[in-house]
């Protein structure tokens, strides 16, 4: 693909250094895979990948949320439910009164109430919102993630490009969305790292019974024969067994990051004591490490066919800490300019309720909101009417969601994939815009 | 003995009935979701009496008055001749659940609390405020606050107004002394508790009805079994029974909805007849072949049910024991040109011994 965005050929006149480097820590043989740090350690190098990394926090909404009772909040209605609204830091802006904490710190987020899309079962909604456009079988579109990791990752990077931090609930079409392919036709190499549940990543101790030049040197004559292996048989699997080790390699330099008992209690309090709250400061953590795209997901929650103002009274203050917390920690340490945090389900819930107190899937009006990276604090587009039955103002669907997304984090929108035998594909398809109402 | 059913009357409210109680000249009084309650005389015609900023979630009559409580956590006493409020007082900074004025007549209770993370496993939080309170009936003022772990979705006086029982989400009942303000027991029952397997990481469900039997020696607990995925609402349709007056002896499961009798559903709703030889559980069909059911107080068993097509919320006897109504609602359904359909509905039923 030609793309001037693409990080990992950063340009440095340092990048030399940084191969040397590399192949100076494997050669070695008496250098762990800490050495893959040790890049960094070369001032110039640092510096640079630092001011030019981009991050990115996806906290993954699935089951798809309310918008009445989050960002477009229609008291008093005969949709509104029993949430009542309330004034935030920006003039004539209301959120539902369940997100306090955001409405403080409204003044730096962007809210989006005019989603308007096409898929209204899970399955197809959440590949819908995931890959940023319709399938077209038999292509695989990357998720988001996989674009991002690509885009944003760094060769030789201790930690994952994308991790998907997650407790895994059984069952669910969000299960089965992670059965699936999440990178497409970018390749294993930009899956993600999973996590979740018990925070640890298991069984990435090296053994004590193998020296760290021994499990080195076996790690290189793998790598040597897979590799010849591989380039004789042009075998996909056996570039995806190849992706998988350097993957776990990774991990085991980097397992410990994955460990919250390392953070603070004060930070683990702030974040609640749930898993979503949890793994959202885990999130934080990985973002300061640098790694560059981390989804925060817990389940599907959000599908509230049943009891929904009974389950929302618990999962949305959750959420409003969760975001108040996470945009205010970037922000103390700087990291706020450069990482895009967004919040989103793959569609929103039906203004009426149906029979067992529940909201249904509803994709013809619907609420995001982003804050960080490239996004205009403050800015709320978009609107619906009265009952949030349809979308009056501005309606933009997923195609202008990624445009966006990409477009904030400093990544060309329309690039077109390099691939061969393949229809012409680009990141986003059909030059559509970005809301550039909440863009800087 | 046998039990027959029969509806006779049904009528439309503008939005779900989470609450009936019985007026003069065998009027309803009906609060609804809209915010109003609602008073409707033999013939089914209505005039909304009583308007709330939010969901009416109880209603109950008392010395001439009307006591409605809201999600806004409000109390309303209204004057039944002259359809005035005479007081007006929050009593909770969350929803009022539920609420039940006391046999004699003295006491209103309304149960509150709001399902905030506690824990890892979403367990829920501790009380920011009292879960129960106890008023006067005729002057408003406080008698007693208790603590639970909310939410707390129900409450119950006993029929000699000794006692009131309170249940939560977990599924974990107290039983205050009302003559000394202390704690008579307490137990906690799993069934009606789901944590979700499918789908996400938290608890639903709960205690949402609680009765107590005509002798007070039992306590009727009504809600959902328990269920993996929280969005399906696919729990028992259950009741369980439990002993808990014996002096010295922890509270004990005596019975329980039979299996085989029963099947898929939220129950919201569970009341005695007057003469206290069956009670009626009344909620939501899920799966199964009944959302209305009669069940033998001595055996247990079903007496005669029925799949009304509405989900009920609130079950009242007439006094004389003859028929009762079922307050609840459709799905609200999609707004048309005008508006949305009326989704309230309260039907009566006529009940035939023999």
């Known amino acids: 693909m030609a793309d001037e965005n693409n990080i990992k050929d950063c340009g440095s006149p340092d990048h030399g250094i940084h191969r040397r480097k590399f192949l100076e820590g494997i050669t070695a043989g008496s250098l762990s895979t800490f050495s893959w740090s040790g890049l960094f350690s070369v001032p110039a190098f640092a510096e640079i990948a630092k001011r030019k990394q981009k991050h990115c926090i996806l906290l993954w909404l699935c089951g798809g949320p309310s918008q009445f009772e989050t960002w477009d909040p229609k008291p008093g209605k005969p949709t509104g439910g029993p949430f009542k609204s309330m004034p935030t830091k920006i003039p004539g802006v209301h959120f539902s009164e369940l997100m306090p904490s955001c409405s403080s710190i409204a003044d730096k987020l962007a809210v989006v109430r005019s989603m308007r899309t096409a898929q209204k079962e899970h399955t197809q909604a959440i590949n819908l919102l995931q890959r940023g456009n319709k399938v077209r079988p038999p292509f695989v579109r990357p998720t988001m993630g996989s674009v991002l990791a690509q885009q944003l990752g760094q060769l030789g990077s201790k930690i994952p490009n994308f991790i998907l931090l997650d407790p895994c609930p059984e069952g669910n079409e969000f299960k089965g969305f992670k059965a699936g392919n999440w990178a497409g036709w970018l390749g294993a190499e930009y899956t993600p790292v999973r996590v979740g549940g018990k925070y640890k990543i298991p069984d990435t101790e090296k053994l004590d019974s193998i020296t760290d030049g021994d499990h080195e040197a076996r790690a290189e004559l793998r790598r040597f024969f897979s590799k010849k292996f591989e380039n004789e048989t042009k075998s996909s699997a056996v570039e995806s067994y190849n992706a998988t080790f350097d993957r776990v390699r990774g991990l085991m330099s980097c397992s410990d990051l994955f460990d919250l008992d390392r953070l ?4 683990r309090e702030r974040y609640g004591p749930g898993t979503f709250g949890q793994h959202a400061l885990l999130a934080r953590s990985l973002v300061e490490e640098g790694a560059p795209f981390v989804m925060v997901a817990n389940g599907m929650p959000w599908d509230t066919h049943v009891f929904n103002h009974e389950i929302y009274q618990m999962v949305v203050p959750d959420l409003d800490n969760i975001i108040f917390q996470l945009v205010n920690d970037l922000e103390d340490r700087g990291l706020l300019e450069d990482t895009l945090v967004v919040a989103m389900g793959e569609f929103g819930r039906t203004p009426w309720i149906n029979q ?11 609420s995001f909101a982003m804050a960080g990276a490239g996004v205009k604090g403050g800015a709320v587009v978009g609107a619906t009417d009265e009952m949030g039955i349809e979308v009056t103002d501005s309606p933009y669907d997923e195609r202008n969601l990624f445009a966006t ?3 904030a984090l400093g990544i060309d929108p329309y690039a077109e994939y390099d691939l061969p035998n393949f229809p012409t594909f680009h990141r986003v398809e059909e030059k559509i815009q970005p809301i550039k109402e909440i863009l800087r | 003995m046998k039990v027959e059913i029969k509806k006779k009357t049904e009528i439309k409210l503008p939005s779900h009935c989470l609450s009936m109680a019985p007026g003069p000249d065998e009027r309803l009084y009906a609060a609804c979701v809209d915010g109003g309650v609602y008073s409707l005389d033999k013939k089914g015609h209505q005039d909304k009496i009583i308007s709330h900023g939010n969901f009416v979630s109880g209603v109950n009559v ?9 999600y806004d956590g409000n109390i309303k006493w209204t004057s039944i001749d002259s359809g005035k409020e005479q007081r007006k007082i929050k009593a909770h900074k969350f929803w009022s659940w539920q609420s039940r004025v006391s046999p004699d007549s003295k006491m209103i209770g309304s149960v509150t609390g709001q ?4 824990g890892y496993k979403y367990e829920p939080s501790y009380e920011t405020e009292p879960s129960i309170k106890v008023f006067n009936a005729l002057s408003g003022e406080i008698i007693y606050e208790f603590s639970h772990i909310p939410p707390v979705q129900s409450l119950a006086f006993s029929n000699d107004s000794r006692y009131l029982a309170a249940g939560n989400l977990m599924g974990e009942v107290r039983v205050w002394d009302l003559s000394s303000g202390k704690m008579y027991t307490s137990w906690n029952t799993p069934s009606f508790t789901g944590w979700g397997i499918i789908k996400g990481h938290y608890y639903t469900g709960g205690i949402f009805s609680i009765g107590f039997s005509p002798d007070d020696c039992s306590i009727y607990l009504a809600g959902m079994g328990s269920t993996r995925d929280p969005a399906a609402g696919n729990g028992k349709q259950l009741w369980e029974e439990f002993s808990w007056k014996d002096q010295g002896m922890p509270p004990k499961m005596k019975r329980s909805a039979l299996d085989s009798e029963i099947g898929q559903g939220l129950m919201e709703t569970l ?3 007057p003469d206290g030889a069956f009670f009626v559980m009344a909620g939501r069909m899920f799966k199964g072949n ?5 069940f033998d107080t001595d055996k247990g068993n079903i007496l005669c049910s029925q799949n009304s097509g509405i989900r009920c919320s609130d079950i009242l006897f007439s006094e004389d024991g003859t028929k009762f109504y079922i307050g609840g609602g459709k799905s609200q359904g999609k707004k048309k040109v005008d508006g949305f359909d009326s989704w309230g509905r309260i039907q009566g039923f006529e009940i035939n011994i023999s």
Request: charged residues 15%; aromatic residues 16%; negative net charge.
């Open chain 2, 290 to 294: 009944w959302n209305i059911a009669l």
């Open chain 2, 271 to 273: 009341s005695f007849h």
């Open chain 2, 62 to 70: 008392s010395n001439g008055l009307i006591v409605s409580t809201d």
């Open chain 1, 356 to 366: 067992a107190r529940g909201r249904d899937h509803y994709p013809n009006a619907w």
């Open chain 1, 264 to 267: 603070p209690t004060e930070d």
């Open chain 1, 405 to 407: 997304i990409f477009s």
């Open chain 2, 115 to 118: 399902y905030l993370v506690g």
